[in-house]
């Protein structure tokens, strides 16, 4: 198998330049990438969309279906994994025990399965760098969502963020804990908002332009522009941090 | 000297993938795998692309590593072979 | 920078994108497999960006401080969904793999073959 893989690599790394070698030098301005559909955004983009993050306005609104789809990615993915067997495997990871001594309380089935794991106590370092940094952390990616028009940042990011932030809590304070942070009946129905919120702004557009996740486009309209694009944002920030949450809960059995 | 950063960085990473790659103990390798997502957040942000690098600095390093590392913790941590 | 007709920044995407493909298919164990997929996604993400960058150019954002010329947007729209995609892929993958476990006590493809 390794020498099938090597001769594989070889082949395919040959293609590759080969493939490479036609393109510009990268970097240069004025390679091809940079002239037709890329200087038309950056030309047009702001007075279109009112947004001053190009990256965003090609996200939302010029390639506002690729954003769409991923986000019908991303929530089919939380149902694969959902829709498997829970409690699978050992008895999950070692328990963690904050140091103010309280442990998380172990649950019964899932521990059924294999040996258990000694408790591990969580370095007072981590706890205390984790503790001061989450609000912090949790400002920045709300100011990364409410920003992401005219800065770096956006949807995607704050989610990540968000979603990372989450991690945290849960591997320092224990699973119950950061699980409180997101009651269950919300969870169920946010981690949902993703796909429904961008049904929901593309259904509007098709009524105001014709177009399904049309935005309209004449100038005095770009209220309706904006209160679209918010909406948007919010459902992949909110919908992506708690498909990552749900992620990471799953996982940890 | 942007240059030179660049290839350093670039080099940087090939070194790491080939280290993710042959690391036998697997929990060495998902740390090595979050190293390689912060280099790959520093080489995006020297690409003039500061959206994905804050999405690969919370993603790479963050969720997927928690991820292999929760797997590991289910399933085993050394390869064999 | 260019060296014997190469684009140097190209090939290292080439290369990352083999050392990811190597891992993918050679290596027995499926945890290993899954850090060779992600390699691989990561190298065309750099390719893909590296190929819409502009040298000394600005990030895309048209705000007061930045000027002509801009990296090009698409491509960092691109990577963005792309990494999503990947984080999907990946946690499908995992929670595969821990099912895998539970059901026939090994992860790595030479013994899994064998099994009746």
Not at chain 1, 166 to 190: N, Q, Y
Not at chain 1, 231 to 237: D, K, N, Q
Not at chain 3, 3 to 18: H, I, K, N, W
């Amino acid at each position: 198998m390794r020498w099938l893989g090597i001769a594989l690599v070889f082949v395919a790394a040959a293609t590759m330049i080969a493939g490479v070698a036609d393109l510009p030098v990268h970097g240069t301005p004025d390679a091809p990438i940079h002239r037709h559909v890329g200087a038309r955004y950056l030309e047009h983009g702001v007075a279109e969309t009112g947004m001053r993050n190009m990256v965003t306005a090609v996200l939302l609104v010029y390639r506002g279906f690729d954003t769409f789809l991923e986000v019908v990615v991303i929530f089919t993915a939380l149902v694969a994994v959902l829709a498997l067997p829970r409690g699978a495997g050992k008895a999950g990871p070692a328990r963690v025990v904050s140091p103010s001594g309280s442990t998380a309380a172990a649950t019964s089935d899932a521990d059924a399965v294999g040996p258990q794991q000694a408790d591990v106590p969580v370095s007072p370092v981590v706890f205390f760098v984790v503790r001061l940094l989450a609000p912090f952390i949790a400002i920045f990616a709300l100011a990364s969502l409410y920003r992401g028009h005219i800065t770096p940042g956006g949807g995607f990011q704050s989610a990540a963020i968000f979603g990372a932030l989450f991690i945290a809590l849960a591997l320092v304070f224990g699973r119950e804990r950061a699980a409180r942070l997101v009651p269950v009946p919300a969870r169920v129905w946010l981690q949902a908002l993703g796909p429904v919120l961008f049904a929901l702004v593309a259904f509007v557009g098709w009524c105001l332009t014709g177009a399904f996740l049309g935005y309209p486009a004449d100038a005095a309209a770009h209220a309706v522009r904006e209160a679209m694009v918010v909406t948007l944002e919010v459902g992949i920030a909110v919908g992506g941090a708690v498909i990552l949450a749900q992620l990471f809960m799953a996982m940890e059995g | 000297m942007s240059d030179v950063f660049d290839a350093v960085m670039l080099l940087l990473l090939i070194a790491i993938a080939v280290t993710v790659g042959r690391a036998k103990d697997l929990l060495a390798a998902v740390v090595k795998f979050a190293l390689y997502g912060l280099v790959l957040c520093l080489v995006w942000q020297h690409r003039g692309a500061p959206d994905v690098a804050i999405t690969e600095a919370a993603v790479g390093a963050g969720v997927t590593s928690v991820l292999f590392l929760l797997t590991i913790a289910k399933t085993t941590r050394a390869e064999k072979s | 920078m260019v060296l014997f007709g190469l684009d140097l920044d190209y090939a290292a995407c080439v290369v990352l994108f083999c050392l990811g493909l190597y891992m993918l298919v050679a290596k027995s164990n499926l945890i290993k497999k899954v850090l060779g997929l992600n390699v691989m996604e990561t190298a065309v993400f750099a390719f893909i960006v590296t190929a819409g960058m502009v040298e000394g150019g600005d990030p895309p954002i048209l705000v007061a401080g930045t000027s002509p010329p801009y990296a090009s947007p698409i491509p960092h729209a691109m990577v963005l969904t792309g990494i999503v995609v990947a984080v999907s892929v990946t946690a499908v993958a995992l929670a595969l793999i821990v099912q895998i476990h539970a059901h026939y006590g090994t992860i790595e493809v030479d013994e899994l073959k064998e099994l009746p």
